[in-house]
């Protein structure tokens, strides 16, 4: 019987956060830094960016600062959907079928 306790699952959060990061950072080496961030605050990519920002600081202080373990792993599925979504600004309207598809399956208009 597999046991999961607080402390593992914040350590994970811990971990997927620096995993996140790191991808940023390596987009940042391909199209360099200032290109990267210029690119990130675009009016089209605003929402994904800030989003992806705050999923990251709250699962660090969730996961580290506070060490509530189950609170984390759910910063990490808003962490994982957030960067999706920041991934998916960069692919030509893709956004686009992917509220699209939204839309026609929930009958809701997506908020971003």
Same mark, same amino acid.
């Given at each position: ?7 593992? %699952? ?6 997927? %956060?620096?995993? %996140?990061?790191? +991808? !940023?950072?390596? =987009? ?20 994904? =960016? ?5 999923? &990251? ?7 580290? &600062?506070?060490? $509530?373990? $189950? !609170? ?5 599925? &808003? ?16 956004? +686009? ?8 399956? %929930? ?6």
């Amino acid at each position: 019987k597999a046991v999961v306790s607080t402390q593992s %699952t914040g350590a994970f959060g811990f971990l997927y %956060t620096l995993g %996140t990061i790191t +991808a !940023l950072a390596g =987009t940042m080496f391909l199209r360099g830094p200032k290109s990267q961030v210029k690119k990130m605050f675009d009016r089209d990519r605003i929402c994904a =960016t800030v989003t992806l920002i705050a999923s &990251i600081i709250a699962t660090i202080l969730v996961a580290i &600062i506070l060490k $509530w373990g $189950w !609170l984390a792993m759910i910063c990490c599925i &808003i962490q994982f959907l957030a960067f999706a979504w920041y991934t998916i600004s960069y692919i030509p309207y893709a956004r +686009a079928a992917v509220k699209s598809c939204f839309s026609n399956t %929930t009958g809701m208009e997506c908020p971003c």
